[in-house]
C-alpha cells in the first residue's frame, strides 16, 4: 500500500492513521513515485475533478487498476477522453457508492416485476417489528419521479468545490451528481434532457444556485416503467441559513409511493400503499464505510476473473452524468466542452439549455 500528498509530511501523517499505524505503507510527495512502485496494483483517485483525467491517464499508462471519485471530470468531453485513456482493457471505477449501498439497492429492487408476497432482497434491512417488509415491485407501474434539494451553500464557503477550474461547477458537479447518477442506475443509463432546463446564477460566485430541470428514461430501463419514464428534478443550493433543508425523491407508482433521502445514506424509505394503508417505513443503518460495498465490489470483479460478478459502477455510465449536467447547466456556463472553464466568466441572472 502507499499514499501519495504534495505537502511535505501530509502522506506520513496519512498513513500514520491507517489500521496497523502505517507499518508498510510507503509515502510520497508525488503522482508519479507513487505510479513507479511496483508493488501497487491499483490506484484510487481522490483529488479534485481537475485533476482526474491526467492521473487517471498516467495510472492506466503505469498498468494499475483505477478508481476515481465523482464526479469523473469537469465536463462530459473530459469524462470521455478519461474513459478512452483507460481503454477497452483497461480497469476504471467511479466512486458512485449509493449503487452498491442496501437501502438505494432495495429501492431498486421494488422497481422490478411484482413477486411474491413477503420476498426481500437481502442486504442489512432493518424493519419495526410492526411493519410489513414491502415486496419486491410493490409500487405497481411507476407514473411519476420528483427530486428536491433545498441547501445553504454561500459563495465561498465551499473552497474549492465552486471554482470550476478545478471543480467544474458548483454544488450541481458535488451533490447534484449523486442523484442524477443514482437514478440513471435505477431507470436506465442513458437518459435524455427533456424540454429546456433553467439555472440561474449565484451573484457572488458566478457558479450554478438553482437548477431545474426533467430528464425522460426511455422504455426498458427497469420493470415498473414499461413505458419509460419522466423525473423532475429541482435543486437550490442557496436557499439561505433560514430555510428547511430537503433532500427527497419520491417515486409514485399505481400501487404505492416510496419516498426517502438520496444523500443522507441511513434513514428510512417510506413506502404507502395508493390504498389508503398505513405506511411502513424500513430503516437501514450507516455503513461503517459508505464506500466499502462498491470498494468490495470492485475488487471482486477485478480479481475475479472473466466470470466474476460486474461491480455497478463502470466509466461508462459515469460519462452520462457529466453530459447530462452539462446540458442541464448551459444556461450558466454556456457549452461544457473540453476547457470551457479556462474562457467561462462570473455570469449572474438566469439561463437555459437546449
Not at 422497481?111 to 410489513?132: D, E, M, Q, W, Y
Amino acid at each position: 500500500m502507499a499514499v501519495s500528498k504534495r505537502t511535505p509530511g501530509a502522506a506520513a501523517d496519512f498513513a500514520a492513521r491507517l489500521p496497523g499505524g502505517g507499518a508498510g505503507v510507503a509515502a510520497y510527495t508525488d503522482a508519479a513515485s507513487l505510479l513507479a512502485d511496483a508493488a501497487v496494483d491499483a490506484v484510487y483517485v481522490a483529488t479534485p475533478p481537475g485533476a482526474h483525467a491526467a492521473l487517471t491517464a498516467a495510472a492506466a499508462a503505469a498498468g494499475k487498476a483505477v478508481f476515481v471519485e465523482k464526479p469523473m471530470a469537469r465536463c462530459g468531453a473530459e469524462a470521455a477522453a478519461m474513459a478512452a485513456s483507460v481503454g477497452g482493457g483497461g480497469r476504471l471505477a467511479i466512486a458512485y457508492y449509493r449503487r452498491a449501498l442496501p437501502k438505494y439497492a432495495w429501492v431498486r429492487s421494488l422497481l422490478g416485476a411484482p413477486a411474491a408476497a413477503g420476498a426481500l432482497p437481502a442486504g442489512g434491512v432493518v424493519t419495526p417489528a410492526s411493519a410489513p417488509v414491502p415486496a419486491a415491485g410493490c409500487l405497481g407501474t411507476l407514473t411519476r419521479v420528483a427530486y428536491t434539494y433545498v441547501g445553504d451553500h454561500p459563495a465561498g464557503g465551499v473552497g474549492w468545490r465552486d471554482d470550476p477550474p478545478v471543480s467544474g461547477g458548483g454544488m450541481m458537479l458535488d451533490v447534484g451528481v449523486h442523484v442524477v447518477n443514482l437514478l440513471q442506475h435505477w431507470f436506465g443509463e442513458d437518459p435524455a434532457v427533456e424540454g429546456t432546463p433553467e439555472a440561474t446564477a449565484d451573484a457572488a460566485s458566478g457558479v450554478e444556485a438553482t437548477v431545474a430541470f426533467r430528464l425522460r428514461f426511455p422504455p426498458g430501463g427497469c420493470a415498473a416503467a414499461p413505458d419509460g419514464v419522466a423525473a423532475d428534478f429541482s435543486f437550490d443550493f442557496c436557499a439561505g441559513a433560514a430555510a428547511r433543508a430537503v433532500d427527497e425523491v419520491v417515486l409514485t407508482g399505481t400501487a404505492a409511493t416510496v419516498r426517502l433521502s438520496v444523500l443522507g445514506v441511513p434513514g428510512s424509505v417510506t413506502v404507502t400503499p395508493s390504498g389508503g394503508g398505513a405506511p411502513a417505513a424500513v430503516s437501514f443503518p450507516a455503513p461503517a464505510h459508505v464506500q466499502q460495498p462498491l470498494i468490495q465490489a470492485v475488487v471482486d470483479e477485478w480479481t475475479g476473473g472473466a466470470g466474476a460478478p460486474r461491480h455497478p459502477s463502470p466509466a461508462g455510465p459515469a460519462v452520462r452524468t457529466s453530459e447530462l449536467v452539462d446540458k442541464v447547466l448551459r444556461g450558466v456556463y454556456g457549452p461544457r466542452g473540453m476547457g470551457f472553464w479556462e474562457t467561462w466568466t462570473k455570469p449572474t441572472g438566469r439561463g437555459a439549455s437546449t
